[in-house]
């Protein structure tokens, strides 16, 4: 199970750092990816971490603004988001994976989503 959170509104030029917990498999042993789903749009690939967090990759649409991490411990992994942009604005999900993939459909597994407001 994948239970993000820490979405919210913020102000374009703003930070947000949403958050996945994971629970029911072994974490350490998966990678992890973001997902962002506008309205109207097709879920797209944000950023992905391997299973240590010594690789990490993004969207051209983020490099250089977000950035993900994990912490093995805690079971939880990261996405940093600075100069948020209204384009951002969308539903980030969580996924994990026993490959370091950008594709969906290659997931195993889903979190639920949490919305990321930015506004003008």
């Known amino acids: 199970q994948l239970q993000a959170s820490g979405g919210g509104l913020v102000q374009a030029g703003g930070s947000l750092r949403v958050s996945c917990a994971a629970s029911?498999?072994?974490?350490?042993?998966?990678?992890m990816g973001w997902f962002r789903q506008a309205p109207g749009k097709e879920r797209e690939f944000v950023s992905s971490?391997?299973?240590?967090?010594?690789?990490?990759f993004y969207a051209d649409a983020v490099k250089g603004r977000f950035t993900v991490s994990r912490d093995n411990a805690k079971n939880t992994v990261y996405l940093q988001m600075n100069s948020l942009k209204p384009e951002d604005t969308a539903v980030y999900y969580c996924?994990?994976?026993?490959?370091?993939?950008?594709?969906?459909?290659?997931?195993?597994?889903w979190g639920q989503g949490t919305q990321v407001t930015v506004s003008s």
């Open positions: 996924a994990a994976d026993s490959t370091l993939t950008s594709w969906a459909h290659e997931y195993d597994y």
């Open positions: 971490i391997s299973w240590t967090g010594d690789h990490t």
């Open positions: 029911g498999f072994t974490f350490g042993s998966y990678c």
